[in-house]
């Protein structure tokens, strides 16, 4: 009779000893763990480099602008009704900035909540969104939103009186619009009283260089010297209101924006601002 062949491995735990099983086995230390571990890794690390937070889906863009919903937009995408920074795009899952210009159906459009917000600025602030400038009226605003607003039309560094922000380019448009525009008046204080002659040439209208200078409204205020007078002009800059009473050689002491349309200073101490009503927003997109 042959000897037994002796166990070698007697007294040494064996990869499926005691509970361990075919499938089970620990032979191999956390090998199968580590391989898994490796190849998650491996699935993510490609997705998380791709990932951009500057950058959203074009359909969410469009959606969040509230023209429709995602589906929708979609829709609207491959039918080539959105175009980013000038040029149709048709491809689904295309990625956009938020400073990109995207258009829908012509119009541009904006992913950000809307917001319209009524300061009164006081001197010594330019209305400027551009930095390296001193103080701005941003800096006034700068609390106001997390929406990415900028002023409508101008005052000058050392006018102050009313200024509308928005990031509504809709709302923006009705200011620019050269034929309708929306009507700002003004409190104007010059250097001595205005003749009766010049108040009715600022009245009539008149042309500098060639350029017809036309205002709405033109009148003395009632209860203060002829210094002061109310000037109602739609142009969105101020500019108009130097170039009128350079050329009648008056000098302009203070400029005062006393309304935007219906809108007033009414409760708004200088160098503060508000957000508009629903009703104030409502009326204004009326004019």
Known sequence: MSKPRENKSKGKPSGRGNNNTRNQSNARGNAPIKNQAASQKKKQTPAQ???????????????????????????HIATGLVSVNGKVVTEMGYKVKLEDEVRFDGARINPEKKAYVLLNKPKGFATTTSEGKGRTVMDLV???????????GRLGRNSKGLLLFTNDDLVASKFTNSKNGVPRLFQIELDKNLRAEDLKKIRDGFKVEGKLIEVEEVSYIDGVSKKEIGLKI????NTIIRTI??????????????????????????????????????????L
């Open 49 to 75: 480099k791709s990932a951009n937070p500057d950058q959203i889906r074009l359909n969410k863009y469009v959606a969040n602008s509230g023209i429709c919903s995602r589906r929708d937009a979609d829709m």
């Open 142 to 152: 700068a609390n106001a939103t997390n929406s990415r607003i900028k002023p409508i």
């Open 234 to 237: 739609k142009n969105t800059g």
């Open 245 to 286: 009473f350079d050329y009648l050689k008056y000098d302009v002491i203070s400029v005062d924006c006393v309304a935007i349309g219906h809108l007033t200073k009414k409760d708004i101490p200088r160098g503060h601002w508000k957000h508009l009503t629903e009703q104030e927003l409502n009326t204004l997109k009326m």
